[in-house]
């Protein structure tokens, strides 16, 4: 068996009837190469392990599986996805890896050995890692590009990339230099897509390819397809706060990107109840997320505190604006 040069980190929870497509698009690709499947798996109580070891026991020399145990204390979706995700990333020990949801899958079995081929060339020592585009799919057979903004293929520097582009953690080959100078303390809790990306587009630039290689399956039960407006709007408030602490001089693009973020928690201030969000409440407040903290206890603000906010709001948005006519 060839060396292991790439890692994937698949993480899975309650998704047995995703389980094979997942891990078939793994074993079926294309590489010079090794390949290793870490497999994360959030205490799921269906079939999903049992499929698992399935695979296990077919492909016993790349296949590790690492569960984690559910209690009633440790209930909050995003916080366990992030720490499944993390326990992986402890277990890395090849040159490269890659994520994983496990209801999505790659579609191109040549995708891992594009992107190493790509990151391993002399003149892309600068980029800390090779992504492409991908399919949102749908039930009813629709096929949208995750990313619908026409890019060429090559390099991205990061306060580009920052302002206005996505790529899905799922499409990502990441060299796993970058594993050390993660603050994994820090990123507890919140190490989802968007702020694994911003982690690390600070250290290098991304290669990009246009071309679909992976299906991002649009199930409407995951942890931000099944959430409402506002738990939503926090989550993804608490990304805001985390990228500030990650690196503060890209503040100018982060108020660009979640622009839309400040506008949802505005229109929904006055149906905000602290008691339904303790979980994200406890989390702001003791790694002093301060704009997530403070919209969560808007009614509870005094006058001078609802100021700031608003003042803060209309700088984001100006910034939008501004933004869009330097286009």
């Avoid at 590009?145 to 499409?171: C, H, Q």
């Amino acid at each position: 068996m060839c060396k292991p040069k790439v890692s994937v980190l698949v993480t899975f929870y309650n998704q047995e009837k995703y389980v094979d497509k997942a891990l078939e698009s793994i074993v079926s690709q294309k590489t010079d190469f090794g390949i290793k499947i870490l497999v994360g798996d959030d205490g799921s109580d269906d079939k999903t392990v049992a499929i698992v070891n399935e695979w296990i026991s077919r492909y016993p020399d790349i296949f590790e599986l690492f569960i984690m145990e559910r209690n009633e204390e440790q209930q909050t979706p995003g916080f366990r996805a992030s720490g499944n995700r993390l326990n992986l990333l402890a277990h890395v020990d090849t040159d490269y890896f890659t994520f994983l949801d496990g209801d999505d899958y790659f579609s191109y079995d040549l995708k891992l050995q594009k992107q190493v081929d790509i990151l391993e060339k002399e003149e892309n020592s600068d980029c800390i890692a090779c992504g492409h585009n991908m399919y949102m799919q749908y039930d009813d057979g629709r096929r949208i590009p995750v990313m619908d903004i026409k890019l060429n293929e090559g390099k991205v520097g990061a306060k580009e990339y920052w302002r206005d582009l996505y790529f899905s953690t799922d499409t990502l080959l990441i060299r796993s230099s970058v594993i050390r100078k993660l603050d994994t303390v820090l990123l507890k809790n919140h190490f989802d897509d968007i702020v694994i990306t911003f982690s690390v587009i600070q250290y290098g630039k991304l290669y990009y390819f246009p071309e679909f290689w992976a299906v991002y399956t649009q199930t409407g039960d995951g942890i931000w397809t099944g959430g409402n407006e506002i738990e939503n709007s926090v989550r993804s408030m608490m990304m805001f706060d985390m990228c500030l602490k990650i690196n503060p001089k890209f503040t100018s693009q982060s108020k660009v990107r979640f622009s839309h973020i400040w506008k949802s928690l505005m229109k929904n201030r006055k149906n905000i109840d602290p008691d339904k969000l303790k979980p994200y409440s406890e989390e702001a407040k003791k790694k002093d997320l301060t704009y997530t903290y403070k919209w969560i206890h808007f009614s509870d603000l005094g006058l001078i505190e609802r100021i700031k906010l608003y003042m803060m709001y209309i700088l984001v948005r100006i910034n939008k604006f501004m933004t869009r006519l330097s286009y």
